[in-house]
C-alpha cells in the first residue's frame, strides 16, 4: 500500500489524496466520472508515490482528466498524447505513465501516434474513453460511430465503416489489450489494474456514455435487460461462456466463432474455447465477434504477452555502446578525426 | 617539356558528373588534404533530390566545389579556375560558372554519342571550337582507369567506379598537393575490402603520374597554406558542428540529451551523428513523423532533458501546432529547421533562406519564440549551444536556423577544449514551500520541475494559464496579461545577448546587413569593395529575435541600409516595420548561395544611387 509522509508519520494513502484540488467540470451524468472515481481508488494499490505518477492527455473531455488527478500531469495537443507519454517515458522510465484520450482524439487526429505507439511498446498505459462521438466540440460522428450514424455532420448519415478498436490495436502490435465500461465499476478496475501491472503498452478502452451527444450509444451492454446476452466476459483460462443463464458459449468451426446453447442439440461447455490471452489468433478471433450480428461485445483482458519494452531497450543500448566506446568524452570526440596544428 | 609553377593565393574548382560518379567523395578528399596542408577553405557541395538520377541527364549532375586559399575565405569561390567535367551534361550544366579563360578537365571517353545527345548537344563540345574561350583538356579519363586497376580482375562496374579518384589523382598533380592523406583514407575506409581501397590507390596515382608525365599541362599552381590563428583545426560541415554543438550543450548543462526528429534533407545528418554518441547517454527517438517527433522532444522537456528537434522547412510548419504548446507551457525546447528552398516540398538539397518569416511569426495567436541564425558551418556549434542556453535560462523553446548551404559546407573549425566552453544554468526547481506553477524570477522564467519531486505534483497544456497558480483560465484579463507577459519574456533577452558590432566606421553612407548563410559572400564582397576604395560597413545579425538592443541605433546611423538575403525580403519587412528604416532588398530565389560578385555589384549600384 502506498504510504506517504506527512508531520513525519506514514499515512496510507486513499483516492480522496488522489483528487486535486480543481473542479471537475464534466456534464452531470457523464461517464468519465465514473473512469475518473475508479482510477483514483486503485491508485493507492500501485504501490507508487503520487510523485511518480504523471497522466498525460491529449484534446477532448476526456482529456481533462489530467487536472483532476492530484499527480503530475500535462495536458496536450489535439491527438499526441501518445507522442508526449512516449517522449516522456523514454526520458524518465522510473515514472509511471498515463495517456488518457477519446475516440476522435486517439484514433482519428492521433491515429499515426497511436500505432506506432502501440508497435514501440513503451510501458505506459493508453486509457481510451469510447463514447463513438465528438462531445467536445458538440457532436459530430467519431472513426468508432457506426455505418449511417446521423450526427450535426452527417446529416444523412455517415458514409464510414468504423474503427474495431481492439483489433487495430492488435494489428498494431499491442502487447495489452482489453476493454472495459463505464457502469461496471469492479471490473473496470479490475481491467485497469491489470493493465497498469503488465509490463508493456496497455490499451484499455472503456465504453463511456455521453449522455449528451450520443446517450445511450451502449446501453445494450451496460442496462440489466440486455447486458447478459449481448456481452461476452473474457477471462484467461475459462470457457467462452455468456447469457443470463451462462447457457451459451462461443465455439470455433475452423476460424469461424458460432454461438452455441448448451440447452440444444447436446451441445456442451466442453464444446467451447477455453480462452487463453497469450494466443494472439484468439484474440483477433474474439476482438471481431461483435462485428458480426448477433454475437456478444467482448469486454475484459483479450491479450496479454511480455515483449520487449522500447524504453528499456533504449536504456541497454545506452549501457552497452558505454561498455563497447567507454564513457563519451566530449574533449575527445572534439579532437577525433583528421585534425592539424597551427602553430 | 619545363612545366612552370605558378603561385596563387586562392583557387576554385568544381568537380562535376553524374550523381554516382562519386563526385562528393573526390570533393571532400581535395578538402581535407587541403585543410591538412594549411589552406583555409570553404565548400560547396550542390548535388540533385535524385538518390540516382538517370546517367548522363542535366538534372542528375552532382557538383562539389571547394575554394582553398593562403588567407582567410568565407566563400567556396564565385566562379571556378577549373571544372573537372565527367561527361557532356555535367559540361553542360556547369560551363556558365567557369571563369573566362578557365580550365576544363573533361572525360573524353564519356562524350560519346548517347550521352551527348542527354546533355542535348548537337555536335561534340570537345571537338566542334566551341571552348575555344577556356584551356581546354581532354583526358580519356575511363580508359586510363581501367588500364590502371585492370590487374586487379575487378568487375566493369568496379573498376569504372574508380574513375573520380583518377580525375582526383590528376587535380592533386596541378594543384601540387599530396597524395598520402587520401591514401590513407581509402585504406581505412576499405579495410575490409582492400582490392577496392587498392585500385582506388592505383587509380588516384595514375591521374597523378599522367599530370606528370603528360604533355599536355604547361603549369602547376600552388597555394601556399594560410595564415589561420594557432590552434587544432579539423574541417567541419555545419550539421556535424550542430550535432556537436547540441551535445556539448548537453555536457555543459548537466542535461541529458533528448532528440526527437524525423529524416529530412538536408537536416538528417545532425540525426545520423547525435544517433551513434550512445555513450554520452544521448537519446534519439525517429518519431512516425514531425508532429510525435517535436511533442516527444516536449514531453522529454517535461521529464527534465535538454529537449532538441531537427527538421527542414516543411516539417517545422508540421511542428508549429506544437512549438505553440511548448511557449504556453514555458518549457525549454531547441527546434533547429534547415532550411531548404520551399514552399511545400520545393527544392530539398537547394538552399533557401525563406523561413525566417516561419521561425518568428509561423503559429497561431501570440507566440513569440526566440530565433538565433548561424552564419557559417563552423559558427553552428556555438549558434545552437547559445539556443540552448536561452532555452534553459529563459524556459522558452528557442529556434535556431541553418540552412542547406551551412550544414552541407565544410570549413576549417578551430576545435575549443571543453574548458573553454561555458557552463549552462539548467537548474530543476524542488523546494516545496511557495512554489507555484508560473511564478517568475528575475528573467520572468517559471520554474522547471522534474516530475518525481514529492510535493510540487502540478498539471500544465496548451490552455491559457492563470498568472502564476498556472490553473486553466479564460478570464479576459488574465489571457491579455499573459500574452503581454510571454511577449516581454522573450523580448527581455536581449539584455541577454551580445550587442550589435558593426564591421567597419560606425556610421556613413552604407551598412549591409545580413544574416545566415550570407556571411560568407557579404564578407568577400566588403574586402573587395574596401579593396576598391569604396567605404562600407556591415552587420551580421545572429540574434533575429529579440534583436540586439542597441540595433535600432546601429542603423540610423548610415544613409542607406542594404539587406541581401536568399528571400523576398523577409528580414527587410521586419527591420522596416520595427525601425522604420528605408532598407534596400537584394534578393535571390534560386535555391543557389549568393556570389560575392552580385553583392559586390548592388553594393556599388547603391551608392551610385542606380
Known sequence: ?343 | MEKTVEVLKSATIRFAGDSGDGMQIAGSRFTDTSAFFGNDLSTFPDFPAEIRAPAGTLFGVSGFQIQFASQDVFTPGDEPDVLIAMNPAALKVNLKDLKPSGTIIANEDAFIEKNLHLAGYESNPLEDGTLTAYKLIKVPITKATNNAVKELGLTAKDANRCKNFYALGLTYWLYDRPLDVTMHWLEDKFKKKPVIADANIRALKAGYYFGETAEIFTTRYKVKPANLPKGIYKNITGNHATALGILAASLKSGLPLFLGTYPITPASDILHDLSSYKNFGVKTFQAEDEIAAICAAIGASFGGSLAFTSTSGPGMALKSEAIGLAVMTELPLVIADIQRGGPSTGLPTKTEQADLFQAILGRNGECPVPVVAASSPADCFMMIFEAARLACKFMTPVIFLSDGYIANGAEPWRIPHESELPIIEGEYWTKKEGFHPYQRDEFLARPWVKPGTPGLEHRIGGLEKQHITGNVSYDPQNHEYMVKLRAEKVKNIENHIPLAEVEGDKEGELLIVGWGSTYGSITTARERLLAKGYNVSRLHLKYLNPFPKNLGEVLSKFNKVLIPELNLGQLRKIIRAEFLVDAIGMNKVQGLPFKASEIEKKVIEVLSGN
Not at chain 1, 499515512?11 to 480522496?16: F, G, M, P, Q
Not at chain 1, 491515429?111 to 505507439?117: C, K, L, Q, R, Y
Not at chain 1, 451459451?248 to 490471452?277: A, T
Request: proline share 4%; net charge negative; hydrophobic share 35%.
Open chain 1, 1 to 343: 500500500m502506498e504510504t506517504e509522509s506527512t508531520n513525519g508519520t506514514q499515512v496510507k494513502l486513499t483516492a480522496k489524496d488522489y483528487a486535486s484540488d480543481q473542479d471537475v467540470r464534466w456534464c452531470p451524468g457523464c461517464g468519465d466520472y465514473s473512469i475518473l472515481a475508479q482510477v483514483q481508488r486503485i491508485m493507492p494499490s500501485f504501490n507508487l508515490t503520487r510523485e511518480k505518477t504523471v497522466f498525460v492527455a491529449g484534446i477532448g473531455c476526456s482529456s481533462r482528466f489530467p487536472y483532476y488527478m492530484n499527480t503530475y500531469g500535462f495536458h496536450g495537443i489535439h491527438g499526441r498524447a501518445s507522442s508526449i507519454a512516449s517522449g516522456l517515458k523514454m526520458a524518465r522510465p522510473d515514472l509511471d505513465v498515463w495517456v488518457t484520450s477519446g475516440d476522435g482524439d486517439l484514433l482519428s487526429i492521433g491515429g499515426n501516434h497511436f500505432i506506432h505507439t502501440l508497435r514501440r511498446n513503451l510501458d505506459i498505459v493508453i486509457m481510451m474513453f469510447n463514447n463513438k462521438i465528438y462531445g467536445l466540440t458538440k457532436g459530430q460522428y467519431s472513426p468508432t460511430s457506426e455505418h449511417g450514424k446521423v450526427t450535426k455532420s452527417s446529416p444523412f448519415g455517415t458514409l464510414e465503416e468504423p474503427f474495431n478498436p481492439l483489433t487495430l490495436a492488435l494489428s498494431s502490435g499491442g502487447s495489452f489489450v482489453a476493454r472495459a465500461m463505464d457502469r461496471d465499476a469492479k471490473h473496470m478496475q479490475d481491467t485497469i489494474s491489470k493493465g497498469h501491472n503488465h509490463k508493456g503498452t496497455a490499451f484499455i478502452e472503456i465504453f463511456q456514455n455521453c449522455n449528451i451527444y450520443n446517450d445511450g450509444a451502449h446501453f445494450l451492454y451496460t442496462e440489466k435487460e440486455t447486458k447478459p446476452d449481448n456481452t461476452l466476459f473474457v477471462e484467461n483460462g475459462k470457457p467462452l461462456i455468456f447469457g443470463e443463464h451462462k447457457d451459451k458459449g462461443i465455439k470455433l468451426n475452423g476460424f469461424r466463432p458460432e454461438i452455441i446453447n448448451f440447452n440444444e442439440d447436446g451441445n456442451s461447455i466442453n464444446d467451447v474455447i477455453v480462452y487463453d490471452e497469450t494466443s494472439k489468433e484468439l484474440a483477433m478471433i474474439v476482438a471481431q465477434l461483435s462485428d458480426f450480428e448477433g454475437f456478444p461485445m467482448p469486454f475484459g483482458v483479450l491479450y496479454k504477452v511480455n515483449k520487449p519494452v522500447y524504453e528499456e531497450q533504449m536504456e541497454l543500448q545506452l549501457e552497452d555502446s558505454v561498455k563497447k566506446l567507454g564513457k563519451g568524452s566530449l574533449e575527445k570526440l572534439l579532437f577525433e578525426g583528421s585534425t592539424w596544428e597551427i602553430k
